[in-house]
């Protein structure tokens, strides 16, 4: 019987982002690839975000909807974070909603602890 607690997923993809994710592997020649995210040290906060294609993920990643592939060390920075696709006026791009991350920059892709 459950306890009534709820653990929060690790990571959540919206469905704009998987989308997205599927249309620039098409668009790479690359229909089964997936979206390697991961947090490296540096930008102007501290960390930050990269993304790349990724034919398949490696062994030890977390897999989300079958597309983006998470690393054990970048998920402790991004538990309970989200990934999704924003189309504004400044550009369309991912952006990670990122509970950890205590404050960020005005570029979007850096984020302190």
Not at 4 to 31: D, M, N
Not at 37 to 51: D, T
Request: with cysteine.
């Amino acid at each position: 019987m459950p306890d009534g607690s709820h653990q929060p997923a690790p990571f959540s993809v919206t469905p704009s982002a998987l989308a997205q994710v599927v249309e620039i592997a098409a668009a790479q020649g690359r229909p089964a690839a997936g979206l390697r995210l991961a947090v490296e040290a540096g930008g102007c906060s501290g960390f930050q975000y990269k993304f790349d294609l990724a034919d398949a993920p490696d062994a030890e990643d977390l897999v989300v909807e079958g597309r983006v592939f998470i690393d054990p060390v970048s998920l402790d920075l991004l538990r309970g974070a989200e990934l999704d696709w924003a189309d504004e006026l400044i550009g369309a791009h991912f952006r990670v909603r990122n509970p950890v991350a205590a404050s960020g920059c005005g570029c979007g892709v850096s984020f302190s602890v």
